[in-house]
């Protein structure tokens, strides 16, 4: 049985430079996401960049049947997940009471539901085996106040870290670590498909990343075995003001920081 790092959301972003990330180190990699000919073309570009086995696999995981059939595909082709990266997801760009009961659910499931099965799919060999690397890609957003846009974005993200805890307070034992890779503001299509992309072009400089070093800090943050990463010192420092400042002078600097987002707060 062949060893691999399973990624979703492979097809740009964040978890594209993490399979660049991995490969780099030699390790094999499974792609998915929606998008069957970038799959098809990033996979070969990465098996013939590194020498490593590269796979995908196109899926929707707001369909509840995804990590099922990702899982199944692993299995047919007797692919062991050493590695397993939660990368997928997106925000409604509607304001909430707008948005339908449908499209919430299909949110949930890509960020929240589709994350928790997967890892239950493929916990079950690690534990076996005893090792394996789980990371959840998170947010920022899962430390700060509730925002103005995407308003389920944050509390999901928040959801995922505890869960990330949970995991490794019962795997830990048997040799497997979850790590919950927190970003801030990335370079990366996400804003435009999430329709916020106004407010990311007002984002000062010097906040924003690119994908390829947030996917680097989480990948040696990973194989470290840490339980959180916020990568840059940039973002290291924010995270460690929200948890202290005051509301106010968080409403204040958010007014700068990242104007839109958190408009609501200071009605």
């Keep these: ?25 030699g390790y094999n990699v499974i792609l998915t996401s929606r998008s069957e000919d970038k799959l098809k073309s990033i996979s070969e570009q990465i098996r013939s960049k590194y ?12 369909d509840k049947n995804g990590p099922q059939n990702i ?31 449908e499209d919430e659910e299909k949110c949930i499931r890509v960020l929240g539901t589709s994350v928790i099965s997967l890892t239950k799919l493929f916990v079950r060999e690690m534990i076996k085996k005893k090792q394996g690397k789980i990371m959840i890609v998170s947010s920022v957003a899962a430390f700060a106040p509730p925002a103005a846009i995407q308003v389920m974005y944050g509390p999901l993200k928040t959801f995922m870290n505890r869960f990330s805890d949970a995991l490794n307070m019962n795997y830990n034992s048997f040799g497997i670590t979850s790590t919950a890779l927190c970003p801030g503001y990335t370079v990366t299509n996400f804003h435009t498909a999430s329709g916020v992309q106004e407010e990311m072009d007002s984002v000062p400089w010097f906040l924003k990343k690119s994908a390829s070093r947030i996917a680097e800090e989480g990948i040696i943050g990973m194989l470290k075995g840490k339980k959180i990463v916020v990568p840059t010192k940039t973002w290291k420092i924010i995270v460690f003001l929200i ?23 200071k009605n």
């Design 51 to 62: 020498k490593v086995e590269s796979n995908f696999f196109p899926t929707d995981l707001a």
């Design 1 to 25: 049985m062949k060893s691999f790092a399973l990624v979703t959301g492979a097809s740009s972003g964040i978890g594209l430079q993490i399979c660049h990330s991995l490969a780099s180190r």
């Design 243 to 265: 948890k202290i400042v005051p509301q106010f002078i968080f409403n204040f600097l958010s007014g700068i920081l990242a104007p839109g987002r958190y408009e609501e707060l």
């Design 71 to 101: 899982f199944n595909f692993c299995r047919s082709k007797n692919y062991h997940i050493d590695i397993l990266i939660n990368n997928a997801g997106y925000a409604l760009p509607e304001s909430f009471e707008k948005n339908s009961v």
